[in-house]
């Protein structure tokens, strides 16, 4: 199977979009731009979305829904916000569809049954919220108003790429309303520091956290803090975004509170995102030229176990060993999968579970059966050992905390030694050419500079890192002073 | 607070409507027809889905996602499924706004953003995932594909009614593909049995099993199971339902695998789904002029423990004891909520924790300090009990488990004496308008006379139950020969 697989020193872009459908991830499907998630990859969408939640109402937020549609004159409410979105949204005009008299069976959209005023398909959702929790929000005593909502959006791309831009995609957006503006920052910070945990805990992808400049900001928000990461081609990809929005929405929809003084004020809010665009960051860390590599944290299957046998009677043994072993590690709370397919040979099933990335196979053939051992691999170093039966389920419940640490820690040497500092435009578009990664450089601070440098090298500021210490120096394009590097890079 | 509710015995529709805002489980937005779930209602939505989720993958399915848009030639394919839901689409024609230069800082539809073909939002998703099977069906050895998708759908409906009949609505369909007729059958069926399992232990409301008559049928299916509840109004609410496909939709998007004998065969379907509708008839069956009565299983609090005190110190005391109880009652796995807000006083929060229908409420005053007891209260009979504070985590899991079934108990009696057998059209119409439920009848089997009665008392036929018995005897309306009867009713 992995042979039919683009080596990614082939062409990177290509390895991911045959990956992608290859281990059944996901498709394009007819509708232009928006994709099907196929199970195995909805699978880990699920396993993400579980840890996520449960670290949203650990840190307080309750799930709501609201409305897929947002009507046109609530949308451009608020200016800057409509202004980033209204390029890339769907528009519903009709409410009706009536037989097409010219074509039999075919049917037309009703011209009699045009909206009184168009539906947006929500791009994000803070106009349809913050008009909400205008009736929500009185007092003081109604704040901090937590809530998080699992949807579904749509954003009119006209390049697209699975799970990393599609017209529709899933995501979670939280939005939060606060009494005053430190409470606001703090619930900001806080999130764009649950997203880093998740992300480097459960995903194995380690993340620089920072702040967005003017030009890269959410569209309506007053700072956007983000996690970066870094991907094997030395391209970086947003992996989630926290928006202190001031007390933008609350103008634009007349959100007040009574304060515990008695007077009347604007509430102050935040939002904050990730998407399935995650999954994309999820295959590009980890993955190599056999397939999909999974963190066993987020692994659907974390351990395969695959039979070597020439008859059924093998078969047969195999199957009660292989039974104790996973019932074993099911008590542990493991997902094990016994691939007992008399239909393909082992060799073909070793290729099929290296291409979906679980990270522990265990192979058990006549001679283990003997000898009392089993043949234990490891997806991410394509090593293998041969255990002891006695010893097999620690060895495994160790080697799957082991290979999450080890798959975090190789993703964080890349990524350090692809942050690369410059002092000099030449010296900057060598490493963008050559090296790729992270370019660490000074920057005069003005949106000017930053356009005409991505012009030039399409190179982006990803973010000014919070714990970037201060040094005065000079900017790499316009030599202007600076006190500060912040992190350039291609992106996703 | 209970004060302000509208009595059932008053305005049923409106006692509803009221409670539905009031115990804060959904609101109208300012979309037309679509709701707002508000965190307390999302939250039973949470355990419905959390507890189908597992029923479903423990049948095998899968989850997966397809694209919320359906191309119109796509969704015009399946001719009478495309008939049953035209005249209630949100159609998208264009996908970007613009600056409306006569009205400064307003937008407008960019008419150079027309779509070429326009996009469905998806009323359910039967064509867009046909239209995908196709290509993952080639041989027998992809059969079966049982696949589940959470998700929301559109269907403009011109009177909505918060959770029983809005526009958007969130729901899970499950679409199935099968080799044979047999299987399919088999699988329709069991699905229905899932859901009248779900909504008998865990929703506490007992279901007719049958199925529906082609008037009712589900547009492109065969057949449709489905599950029917009474409410308290003596209204009935279709609770679920199943539909087998036939071979319509693998007809319509040429969907064929090669047998084990290596012949061309069509695939065979199912789709099945509930909703949020559930939510209607969670609040319809239990609920009280004292507002909500939730069933232990899906309560997001089980057990809210109320303090009542004059002093600080005493609420020290108190908060002491139920600290400890609460870590008793979680051992459980028991969700428990300590009100110890000092802004509000205890008979406000005994009628604000009625309203939301928490089934067990533990007082806890300086009286039950010094006798070592609890007062506890059941949400469902409004009794209380005093109980000694060593046998209180036990008496609570008991009472829990009592509640259960009791609230089972207690609408299966109302809804067994409400199927009222008649054997005239006079009885008929009386017992619509006097008594309400089902009424049990025959019916001549045609599709003009089932259309008559409707015309004439607004009943539909609800199901032909699985478990009639044969018996000979005469339409009510036509007089012509019957040999079983079927079950009418009005219906939300």
Redesign the interface.
Known sequence: MSKNLTKRADDYSKWYNELVVKADLA?N???RG??????YG??I??KMQAQLDKMFKETGH???????????S???AE?KN?EGF??????????????DEERP???M?DPNAKLEE????RPTSEA?IW??YK?WIQSY?DLPLL?NQW??V?R?EMRTRLFLRTA?F?WQEGHTAHATKQEALNETVQMMNVYADFVENFMAIPVVKGVKTANERFAGAEETFCIEALMQDGKALQAGTSHFLGQNFANAFDVKFTSAEGKQEYVWGTSWGVSTRLMGALIMTHSDDNGLVLPPNLAPIQVVIVPIFKSEEELEKITEVADELSKSLRKLGLSIKFDNRT?QKPGFKFAEWELKGVPVRVAIGPKDLENGTFEIARRDTLSKQVVNKDQTVAFIENLLEEIQKEMFNKALDFRNTHITEVNTFDEFKDILDNKGGFVSAHWDGTPETEEKIKELTKATIRCIPLDRKEENGNCIFSGNASNGRVLFAKAY
Chains 1, 2 share one sequence.
């Open positions: 498709e499907s007819a509708v928006c994709m099907v998630i196929k199970p909805y699978a969408w699920e309750s799930n709501a829904y609201f409305p897929l549609f947002v009507p046109k609530m949308f451009e200016e409509a209204a390029k890339e949204c769907a528009v519903v005009t009709h409410y009706r569809l009536k037989n069976g075919k049917l959209v168009e539906l947006i398909v349809i008009s909400t009736n005593r809530i949807a579904n749509v009119w529709e899933l239909t």
